[in-house]
């Protein structure tokens, strides 16, 4: 299906050899920032780029804050997120197929605060959305919840 | 630093160390009041969350679960929630019957599409085509995407930049209205606007 978003190492190279641009808009986009303030980057191939209002997020990417910053992510599956100051959250695998709403999305936040308003992928299979942190597994059964982690 | 001190504090950071992280999941009512649920699974156990501001805490001493006040709520996270992005919204629109035109109803809704887009940050819309009941899945899986990619089309000569509109086809998968199987019901024969 056209709509899938499977994102893989292939596409990923092949933004690499294409000269990576944050703000081109990629078939392989699966979210784009609605907010950003402060220190805000991306993080992706070991690059850090940084961060502003309508750029695009790939799968596999990290999104990373400072100390002043904070950052607000709408996903193609209506699912929402956002990061507060000192925070790390890496998108770890994300699909969506937008006519079955079937899709997966695996997120670890290894620092910091984070604020989730889940979207179709976790309504059509309560299974299909997993939160990590460095020691716990959310499951995702729907809607509304934050996290935090820390030492 | 005295040596006395050393003690405690070498006890403390290898507990530290063992607990790994601490963390605090809490479990907010949606906008509509309604509460989802979340399971938290770690090394120590695990619990579920399914009340409003329901808490679940790791820490050395394991994991438990009670609540967390608003204040806590607003204290950790409130720069978090503050950057949450505005919610999506949903607009329907309809055709005269067998035809590429609008209703006039959803000619002024069109319209509001566009004053949703221009308030919001980055805005990006999914245009979404649905079907009734009559025929099978494939058929209208295609002619649903059909509907959606017009729109489109419609949407991109008013202005709309092309980069910020996806396009979906849901086939029957989710009526307006519940009809017997193979009916055909113009209700459920329209296009959705999701903005974004």
């Known amino acids: ?61 990290t999104v990373v804050t400072g100390a002043d910053g904070s950052a607000g992510i709408t996903f193609i599956d209506n699912s929402l997120l956002s990061i507060g100051p000192n925070s790390v959250l890496a998108i770890e695998r994300y699909a969506f197929n937008s006519t079955t709403h079937e899709g997966v999305f695996d997120a670890m936040l290894t620092r910091g605060t984070l604020s989730v308003v889940s979207g179709k992928i976790a309504k059509q299979s309560p299974d299909a959305m997993k939160i990590r942190t460095p020691s716990s597994i959310l499951g995702v059964r729907g809607t509304e919840f934050l996290v935090r982690t820390g030492d | 630093m005295h040596q006395r001190y050393l003690g405690p504090l070498v006890a403390l950071l290898i507990l530290g160390g063992c607990a790994t992280s601490k963390d605090l999941v809490v479990l907010l009512p949606d906008k509509d009041g309604k509460v989802g649920k979340v399971l938290v699974q770690n090394p120590k156990g695990e619990t579920v969350l ?47 019957s067998g035809t590429d035109e609008f209703t006039d109803q959803s000619k002024q809704e069109v319209k509001r599409v566009l004053a949703e887009m221009a308030r919001r940050p980055a ?74």
């Not at chain 2, 609540?67 to 949903?90: H, Y």
Request: charged content about 25%.
């Open chain 1, 1 to 61: 299906m056209q709509t899938t978003r499977l994102i893989g190492v292939r596409r990923f190279v092949l933004a690499c050899a294409l000269g990576f641009a944050p703000i081109a808009a990629w078939a392989t986009d699966i979210a784009q920032f609605k907010v950003a303030k402060g220190a805000v980057y991306l993080e992706r191939g070991g690059k850090r780029f940084p961060a502003y209002v309508g750029t695009h997020l790939q799968a596999t990417d």
């Open chain 2, 50 to 96: 399914d009340s409003a501001y329901a808490a679940a805490r790791t820490s050395g001493g394991g994991l438990q679960r009670n609540a967390a006040s608003q204040s806590e709520v607003k204290d950790v996270f409130g720069t978090a929630l503050t950057a949450m992005p505005p919610r999506p919204i949903s607009f329907t629109l309809y055709f005269e």
């Open chain 2, 123 to 196: 805005p990006e819309i999914t245009v979404i085509g649905h079907t009734d009941q009559a025929g099978p899945d494939p058929l209208n899986d295609a002619l649903s995407l059909q509907r959606a990619e017009r729109v489109k089309s419609m949407l991109v000569n008013m202005g709309i930049s092309p980069d910020r509109i996806l396009t979906a086809g849901r086939g029957r998968r989710e009526p307006l209205v519940r009809t017997a199987d193979k009916v055909s019901e113009p209700r459920n024969r329209r296009v959705e606007i999701s903005v974004r």
